[in-house]
């Protein structure tokens, strides 16, 4: 008599070691986000290990992953700092390319768009909320991550992979 093996998908949980710096990741982005941490200012790893109750190594980790968003640089020998602010110039510039890439991916999409594509795009159109009502990062990040999930469907619909790619980062 042979037994079949039934085989479950089971989604490994989280390392406790790796919510910790998830959460560390989290407070430090708020931290940055709702200048706690102003732009352009120094990071104290022992003041911020100190202030959020856990040891250097997450904390380094978080900041690894934020240097990696643009929201923190690291110096050599100096440490991390908070990202200065863009100036106009470059909010000029990021705003010029958006006009250039954006209405190209939402005609592309509209040419391409499925009915499940239309159905997936109102759905998330209805998901969203109303702005926030002052600049705290924790209501924002609400609306933020909306906004990019409605952007992605919009790039995934113009079939153009490498802009959706581009646009991830």
């Known amino acids: 008599m042979t037994t079949a093996k039934h085989t479950v998908d089971v989604t490994p949980l989280p390392a406790p070691r790796q919510i910790l710096t998830d959460n560390v990741y989290e ?3 708020a931290l940055v986000m709702d200048h706690a941490i102003e732009p352009g200012a120094r990071v104290n790893i022992d003041a911020l290990a100190r202030q959020l109750r856990v ?3 997450p904390l380094r980790e978080a900041l690894a992953r934020l240097e990696s968003d643009g929201l923190v640089t690291k110096e050599p020998l ?4 908070a990202t200065p602010l863009m100036n106009w110039k470059q909010l000029d510039d990021l705003y010029e390319f958006r006009l250039l890439v954006e209405p190209w991916a939402a005609g592309s999409a509209a040419l391409h768009i499925t009915q499940e594509g239309r159905d997936r795009i109102s759905a998330e159109i209805a998901s969203c909320s109303d702005a926030p009502p002052d600049g705290n990062y924790d209501q924002y990040k609400v609306l933020s991550a909306h906004d990019g999930r409605f952007h992605d469907l919009i790039m995934e ?3 153009n992979v490498a802009l959706r790619e581009i646009y991830a980062k």
């Open 157 to 159: 619909f113009s079939g």
């Open 27 to 29: 407070a430090i982005k």
């Open 78 to 81: 100096r440490g991390y700092s």
């Open 55 to 57: 040891s250097q190594t």
